[in-house]
T-cell receptor, first 111, second 115 residues
Framework: DQQVKQNSPSLSVQEGRISILNCDYT??????FLWYKKYPAEGPTFLIS?????DKNEDGRFTVFLNKSAKHLSLHIVPSQPGDSAVYFCAASQYTDKLIFGTGTRLQVFP | DSGVTQTPKHLITATGQRVTLRCSPRSGDLSVYWYQQSLDQGLQFLIQYYNGEERAKGNILERFSAQQFPDLHSELNLSSLELGDSALYFC??????????????FGEGSRLTVL
């Protein structure tokens, strides 16, 4: 049972434009959501998070939006840069329990 | 550099064999987590240790076991290996026993290939 789903395996965006990565979850008890970024041959690194009491969290070029009624969150990257090309994992947790990860979306930012 | 060290980086072995993957957490981190990433799959949580004791268990097979030692390093033992065990195994660490900030620090992973 995949509780966290990233239905788009890949996304290609032109440099300078907005990248929108989507994530859906099924467990309404999740109360904390995170995005991790992973470059080849490296481990995932934490990017940004959001608590279920918020609907938006912004950190520089990265903004995460949470729609609890739709059980959906998204990561916006504006403007996209070639260095943003990586695999992005959405993750969720319940009551500070273990993180459940999605399958990842590979973002490619081209010039 | 996350500060989490995993060895070996690559390992090739045969079916039926047993291997041990090692993880040294960041200095000061008490929790160690093990995740498995198979081809085209997300990160599957296997197990968490906090200060030497098992804290949470995920989809870990009975053929797999782990432990955390007094110096806080951890080992993941995989036995009776099957072709399907070929994957990237990640170790992560965090300060607390629960995900207070949700942020885990991941190592670079150990790539296991079972032939």
């Amino acid at each position: 049972d995949q509780q966290v789903k990233q239905n788009s395996p890949s996304l290609s965006v032109q440099e300078g434009r907005i990248s929108i990565l989507n994530c859906d979850y099924t467990n309404s008890m999740f109360d904390y959501f995170l995005w991790y970024k992973k470059y080849p041959a490296e481990g995932p690194t934490f990017l940004i998070s959001i608590s279920s009491i918020k609907d938006k969290n912004e950190d520089g070029r990265f903004t995460v939006f949470l729609n609890k009624s739709a059980k959906h969150l998204s990561l916006h990257i504006v403007p996209s840069q070639p260095g943003d090309s990586a695999v992005y994992f959405c993750a969720a947790s319940q009551y500070t329990d273990k993180l459940i990860f999605g399958t990842g979306t590979r973002l490619q930012v081209f010039p | 550099d996350s500060g989490v060290t995993q060895t070996p980086k690559h390992l090739i072995t045969a079916t039926g064999q047993r291997v041990t993957l090692r993880c040294s957490p960041r200095s000061g981190d008490l929790s160690v987590y093990w995740y498995q990433q198979s081809l085209d799959q997300g990160l599957q949580f296997l197990i968490q240790y906090y200060n030497g004791e098992e804290r949470a268990k995920g989809n870990i097979l009975e053929r797999f076991s782990a432990q955390q030692f007094p110096d806080l390093h951890s080992e993941l033992n995989l036995s009776s290996l099957e072709l399907g065990d070929s994957a990237l195994y990640f170790c992560a660490s965090s300060v607390g026993g629960s995900l207070n900030t949700g942020e885990l620090f991941f190592g670079e992973g150990s790539r296991l290939t079972v032939l």
